[in-house]
């Protein structure tokens, strides 16, 4: 296994669509164990292929000791009623902000193995879900807020491009733990 490098904003790779997976095959399962891995070591609680610079439809997660990979991941059944609560991004260190997301997904897909595999998450695994899927059609957390945080937020990134730092009395000081990020 090895720990990959987490492609962060600003990154291009980030804003384009990941293809599906024709055949999952050797390549994705060590693809798999290795996403797992970097996502252990960073932490984090899902990793999706571009974020690790591979255009393709493939996403891991980790939530309450289960854990999985998820290849051409798609959602079936989302509830009406929707969330909202804080989330990070591993490709956006620092960040974290409320994102409203439906409560309950159904999602389809294959796991590593090309065996189908099907859940219907709620709360932070629909969360996970729905996040990791996002990074899959090129789109971030932050496209999702309310137009002024996601200026805050654009500013904010701005300014770390920049190598300025956080600032500290800001409401998203990371006060999801590292581990939230996904
Ligand atoms: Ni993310």
């Excluded at 050797?26 to 252990?40: A, F, G």
């Excluded at 956006?92 to 294959?110: A, D, N, Q, T």
């Amino acid at each position: 296994m090895a720990v990959l490098t987490i492609r962060t904003f600003g990154d291009p790779v980030l804003r384009q669509k990941a293809r599906p997976v024709e055949d999952v095959g050797d390549v994705q399962r060590r693809l798999s164990e290795d996403m797992l891995e970097t996502m252990r070591v960073a932490p984090g609680v899902g990793l999706a292929g571009p974020q690790v610079g591979v255009l393709e439809r493939i996403f891991t997660w980790e939530v309450e000791d289960e854990f999985g990979t998820i290849v051409n991941p798609v959602i079936t059944k989302r509830s009406r009623r929707m969330f909202t609560d804080e989330e990070g991004c591993l490709s956006l260190p620092g960040l974290v902000y409320p994102v409203e997301r439906h409560l309950k997904v159904s999602v389809e897909g294959l796991d590593e193995n090309g065996d189908r595999v099907e859940f219907d998450a709620e709360e932070h695994l629909a969360r996970v879900f729905q996040h990791e899927i996002d990074h899959l059609d090129g789109v971030l957390f932050i496209d999702r807020l309310p137009d002024d945080l996601r200026r805050e937020a654009r500013r904010i990134l701005a300014d770390q491009a920049l190598g300025l730092p956080l600032p500290r009395s800001n409401h998203i000081r990371t006060r999801v733990p590292t581990e939230e990020a996904l």
